[in-house]
């Protein structure tokens, strides 16, 4: 019974959905980033949300990345606190 309902069963197409701005920003990043890491550098141009085109930090250890400049004002802001 099983193998006929699942023969008879309406196929849906495969439709690529186009990816929103925040998505196409983390895959440009998540590339720069792998080359970066190929080439052995860490350092990259990558898209910030709050700086736009901007330079980021990767680390070749953990794989994780920041943007310098949101990177700076958050250290500005605890050395504020800690004052």
Known sequence: MTASVSS???FLK?????LSAEQQRCKFNFE??????????DLFTGKCQKHGETEFRVYK???KHHCIACRRIIQDKRKELAA
């Open 8 to 10: 008879h069963r309406p």
């Open 14 to 18: 495969d439709r690529q959905k186009p």
């Open 32 to 41: 720069a980033k792998q080359e970066a890491l190929r080439l052995g550098k």
């Open 61 to 63: 250890a953990s794989h």
